[in-house]
């Protein structure tokens, strides 16, 4: 024990309460009713000194934003961090006064990380950033790893919560520890931005599952190995008894390595989710390979209730063809001569069925991996053309509601692509085809080549890569959108194109830049409230 005095028992009387200092530390000192009180001088929710607190009975106010505290067990009387005690004892002085001494010993740290846990819960189930920041930081000074604490709890906390199941907190949260990861220095700056990227993932699967209740996945099945064409059958009746069957496989011993080509023929099944089961795949395995195998019976739990409501948007009229695309895709050699930019233009004004045309003719003549470069080149100019007007239009049809995110989707789309198919070839025609879907959705809604507009954009992507991605990484750290889901998109399509340049040719790369260089630096709207009005009367009849 480290016992220090602190003051006199007539010094505390006459002053009513006073401060104690040593080292780091800064007690509070305050006598109530005939007890005396040691505390942290420093309010826990921002710092304010509770020596100007008002003491009332055993509670202490600070009166800052009026946070209210147990004086016996620091215990916070509403929501929000505690407040930490110090065993305090009255000692006979030499000279005959009575003196308050503190014990400034710290608690065993398991104590710091169970009471640190504790608060994130409460901080998260309330999303609140500043709560969950403190308490990070609590876990750094008591010598823990924050995110291997705190991230396998928050994937196991909302990962019930998911009504439709995975979102993107969980699956970007691989990205945000890439970035965590790559900061390696022991320095104050490093330090911090490992915390601000934990506090983003953090956050984002707070916001995903506030307020949601626990909706409980089914019980693991009691089988022993995994049948795979039960579980497809099972995702394509809609039936969560396939979400059963993963938590059984997951018991019986199997990794995600071996689930992983299953999950990858579900999420492609259809044109599904906008392409976010795809990727969600790829995202998760990366995810449970960083934090191990904890993890992977709530992410790939929540991953499977998304197979199983994620919409199918090959059933809708302008999807229709794809089934009759994917039936006639005959898979030739992956290797052969590259596309011509001229030809990866005429993609670029192809309707649905011409783009699955192109894809099946570029696939014959110049093989898988030329045809999903051009893919992703395509996919690069579409997003660089992008009419932004449409983003901000407010009498627009509903159809007509795109924006950055819908384009931004076909290179994040066509990285899970490659990644998936190149371990499970079977899969390219379903994913070049899919691919081509994002190319002709989009084919509305850009500005022509010969548009003045256009030509201005060939401005974007003068930046070499890596200063556009530390720019990119600046942003990321510091950023004031209120909804994690646009840091999140934005930090994802970064990560999509910083690992693609190596798979690509110059041509592609360059476009793929130029793309994300636009994409940095321009305005995402956020919200629309006018075009929502607007919509809901003419969907009603008052327009």
């Not at 081509?436 to 974007?460: G, H, I, M, Q, T």
């Amino acid at each position: 024990m480290t016992w220090r005095r602190a003051t006199t028992l007539d010094e505390l009387e006459r002053r009513g309460a006073l401060v104690f200092k040593h080292e780091r530390f800064q007690l509070a000192i305050l006598q109530s009713q005939g007890r005396c009180y040691a505390v942290d001088n420093r309010c826990p929710h921002e710092g304010y000194p509770l020596s100007q607190g008002t003491v009332d009975g055993c509670v202490l106010t600070c009166n800052w934003h009026n946070w209210k505290f147990d004086l016996e067990s620091g215990r916070n009387l509403s929501a929000g961090d505690h407040l930490r005690c110090y065993p305090l004892e009255l000692r006979e002085g030499s000279g005959g006064e009575t003196e308050l001494w503190v014990d400034l010993s710290e608690p065993p740290p398991e104590q710091i990380r169970a009471a640190a846990l504790a608060g994130l819960r409460e901080a998260f189930d309330d999303r609140d950033h500043g709560f969950m920041a403190r308490q990070l930081a609590r876990l750094v000074a008591a010598g823990f790893d924050p995110a291997a604490e705190a991230l396998p709890l928050a994937i196991s906390w909302v990962a019930p919560r998911l009504e439709w199941g995975m979102t993107h907190g969980i699956p970007t949260t691989a990205d945000w520890l890439e970035l965590h990861d790559s900061r390696t220095g022991e320095g104050g700056e490093q330090r911090e931005a490992r915390l601000v990227m934990l506090c983003e993932a953090l956050e984002h699967m707070a916001q995903d599952g506030l307020r949601e209740p626990e909706r409980p996945f089914p019980a693991p099945l009691e089988v022993e190995g995994f049948d795979e064409a039960a579980f497809l059958a099972e995702v394509e009746a809609e039936d969560e008894a396939a979400i059963a069957r993963i938590r059984g496989a997951l018991q019986a011993g199997l990794d995600f390595a071996a689930l992983e080509p299953a999950l990858a023929r579900a999420a492609l099944s259809h044109y599904m989710g906008f392409g976010h089961a795809l990727i969600y795949v790829c995202m998760v395995g990366r995810l449970i390979a960083r934090l191990g195998p904890t993890v992977a019976d709530p992410a790939l739990s929540a991953l499977v209730r998304n197979f199983v409501h994620a919409t199918r948007e090959d059933l809708i009229p302008e999807f229709r063809p794809l089934a009759a695309a994917v039936e006639a895709f005959e898979p030739v050699a992956t290797s052969g001569p590259a596309i011509e930019v001229q030809a990866i233009e005429d993609l670029l004004t192809q309707p649905l069925r011409g783009a699955f045309e192109w894809v099946q003719t570029r696939v014959r003549d110049h093989g898988i991996t030329a045809t999903w470069e051009a893919l992703m080149h395509a996919s690069a100019l579409s997003m660089l053309r992008f009419d932004t007007r449409y983003e901000h239009a407010i009498t627009a049809k509903v159809d007509d509601n795109v924006g950055w995110l819908d384009f931004s989707h076909a290179l994040t789309f066509g990285r899970a692509v490659r990644i998936q198919c190149s371990r499970d070839p079977s899969l390219w025609g379903r994913g070049l085809l899919q691919m081509a879907c994002f190319v002709a959705r989009n084919r509305r809604y850009r500005l022509s080549p010969s548009d003045p507009a256009a030509v201005e954009l060939e401005r974007w992507g003068q930046v070499e890569a890596d200063a556009l991605f530390a720019d990119v990484e600046a942003q990321l750290l510091d950023h004031d959108s209120s909804l994690p889901i646009y840091p999140a998109h934005l930090l994802k399509t970064t990560r999509a194109v910083a690992g693609e340049l190596e798979h690509v040719g110059p041509a592609a790369a360059r476009a793929m830049l130029a793309a994300l260089d636009r994409f940095v630096h321009t305005r995402l709207r956020q919200r629309h409230g006018r075009r929502d009005v607007v919509q809901a009367l003419a969907l009603i009849g008052l327009d």
